[in-house]
């Protein structure tokens, strides 16, 4: 599967971003898909998480009810709605896709994108 992030920019602290993940390829619906992102001089951090049905979501503790990740298998999408955003959520985002028939986590992943948080 091939995995495209959009939706990033720049916005001021409090304000609000949803960044996109298409998908190509193989189905979507046979990967979990994940978010995650990189700041500057940082490794790259697990932001969020959703299952293949979209019944089980996963959150990092410092976006949880601040952001929503959502997803259409028949459209290959998946999206992260970012509000509340916060300086320290500055970083690229990525999108990545976890094969269940692998044991390695997230084996796909796509070019970021930039989300810039201004104070």
């Known amino acids: 599967v091939q995995l495209q992030a959009s939706g990033g920019g720049l916005v001021q602290a409090g304000g609000s971003l949803r960044l996109s993940c298409a998908a190509s390829?193989?189905?979507?619906?046979?990967?979990?898909m994940g978010w995650f992102h990189q700041a500057p001089g940082k490794e790259r951090e697990f932001v969020a998480a959703i299952t293949r049905n979209s019944i089980n979501k996963y959150y990092a503790d410092s976006v949880t009810g601040r952001f929503t990740i959502s997803r259409d298998n028949a459209k290959f999408m998946v999206w992260l709605q970012m509000n509340s955003l916060k300086p320290d959520d500055t970083a690229v985002y990525f999108c990545?896709?976890?094969?269940?028939?692998?044991?390695?986590?997230?084996?796909?992943w796509g070019k970021g994108t930039l989300v810039t948080v201004s104070s």
């Open positions: 990545a896709a976890d094969d269940p028939a692998t044991t390695t986590a997230y084996d796909y």
């Open positions: 390829g193989r189905t979507l619906s046979h990967y979990l």
